[in-house]
């Protein structure tokens, strides 16, 4: 089951956070360290140290909304080795992460361009 469908946009916050934080610490963390606002129709995606619990974040219409995922035994392939402090996922890579897939590795087919056809 897809939880999130039409996504315009998924942040993920690089660094793992406490998660005992939530909307009100969640956001200031949005604002302050990811310069983003927890206002806009964005997914914003925490992890704890462990990588065993993940939040997200996002305001719907009139509040905020906070989704909670914890594994029993498996560890999310959290992003730690990407420079940036903020990764900009898509809506299919949110989906391979919250299934236990690395999305450092995965790769699709190279993109080719043409000029002619024989």
Excluded at 1 to 7: G, R
Excluded at 45 to 68: A, H, M, P, S, T
Excluded at 77 to 96: A, C, D, F, G, M
Aim: aromatic residues 12%; hydrophobic residues 40%; positive net charge.
């Amino acid at each position: 089951m897809k939880m999130f469908l039409d996504v315009p946009q998924v942040y993920l916050h690089r660094e793992a956070v406490d998660l005992r934080k939530s909307v009100n610490g969640l956001s200031l963390i949005v604002e302050q360290g990811m310069k983003l606002s927890p206002l806009s129709d964005a997914l914003l995606v925490f992890c704890n140290k462990r990588r065993d619990k993940l939040k997200i974040l996002y305001w719907q219409k009139n509040g905020f909304c906070l989704w909670y995922k914890r594994l029993e035994q498996d560890k999310f392939k959290w992003p730690r080795k990407w420079k940036n402090e903020v990764i900009n996922l898509s809506e299919q890579q949110l989906h391979w992460l919250l299934s236990g897939y690395d999305i450092t590795k995965i790769k699709g087919h190279k993109t080719l361009v043409f000029t002619d056809v024989f």
